[in-house]
């Protein structure tokens, strides 16, 4: 889709007035698309600086994998348990991909066709591990798979463990927060209309990598990248419902009272309450995912609360 400057400037304009969700609202498009036109406002220049316009964040990293097939010994196909002494040459990585949010650069790489033939991932191990090493929080679908398949490769190599960050897996999100038939990616960009996956020739991709095909590896890699571009999407589309998202108040410097979902500082208060058990907090959306917020600061005095502090029994 060609960005016109008038466009282009519409959004920008309204973006800068009322943020994220609300231009979403007036301009009736998806707040994915509106990243999509502020990623080529900056390219522009009609944005004058990043820090004018949008909050600071921390280093949120965009990352999925593809690993290879096993090979095994065995008696006959079909449904069967395959022991650790039938397997002929054990799983590893064959690329990887990642994006910083909201970044228009996409980082990935690829085993060579001789590493694929030996079984070697460790050159292309040693370089997400630079990016993990980096990133305050990672996005992925179905983190259970790909983080502990990149601490089986560190382990492995004898590589220590990333600096600390926080995980937001979005699948665990979907099956936690929504009821769709599918959580799959492609299923959900499919329902949220936002960038599917790349299409291949399905398993027969993995065969040919397994056994070093050089144009495979590359279609593998540039399949690789779509996920990360789809994925970024789809965080973007169910931001607002993520209720554990890490505290983005950790990392944006004020008196807390921003977006816990994305940091940003222009909210909106609304004419309602948050309850606890023992308290009450007035709430806000952000203006820019619009996502629900609370203040810090409780709503109850100090002589009506020992009113509702609960009796021990």
Not at 17 to 22: A, F, L, Q, T, V
Not at 32 to 44: C, K, Y
């Amino acid at each position: 889709m060609t960005i016109t400057d008038e466009r282009l400037q519409e959004v920008v304009n309204a973006y800068v007035e009322h943020g994220e969700y609300k231009t979403s609202q007036i301009l009736n498009i998806k707040q994915s698309t509106i990243e999509r036109f502020l990623r080529e406002a900056r390219v522009r220049g009609v944005i004058p600086t990043e820090e004018d316009s949008v909050p600071k964040r921390p280093n949120v990293l965009v990352l999925d994998i593809e690993t290879s097939l096993m090979s095994f010994f065995a008696w006959c196909p079909g449904k069967q348990y395959l022991g650790p002494s039938q397997i002929i040459t054990d799983w590893h990585t064959l690329s990887w991909s990642v994006k910083w949010l909201l970044e228009p650069d996409i980082y990935s790489d690829v085993i060579t066709p001789e590493e694929a033939l030996a079984h070697e991932d460790k050159r292309i191990i040693e370089s997400i591990w630079q990016f993990l090493d980096k990133a305050d929080i990672v996005i992925i679908h179905n983190a259970r798979f790909d983080v502990r398949k990149l601490n089986a490769r560190f382990m492995y190599y004898q590589i220590p463990p990333p600096s600390p960050y926080k995980v937001i897996d979005t699948l665990l999100v979907m099956r936690k927060e929504a009821l769709f038939s599918s959580n799959k990616q492609d299923e959900l960009a499919k329902k949220f209309n936002i960038r599917r996956k790349v299409e291949h020739e399905g398993y027969d991709l993995w065969v040919k990598c397994y056994y070093g095909d050089p144009q495979a590896l590359l279609t593998m890699e540039e399949y690789n990248k779509g996920d990360v571009m789809g994925l970024e999407e789809l965080y973007l589309t169910i931001r607002p419902y993520i209720k554990s998202h890490p505290n983005m108040n950790l990392f944006v410097e004020g008196d807390g009272n921003a977006c816990p979902n994305c940091g940003n500082k222009k909210v909106t208060w609304m004419d309602r309450f948050y309850y606890t058990s023992v308290n009450k907090y007035s709430c806000f959306r952000c203006d820019e995912c619009g996502a629900i917020g609370r203040a810090r600061a409780t709503a109850i005095g100090p002589d009506d609360r020992v009113k509702v502090t609960p009796i021990a029994r």
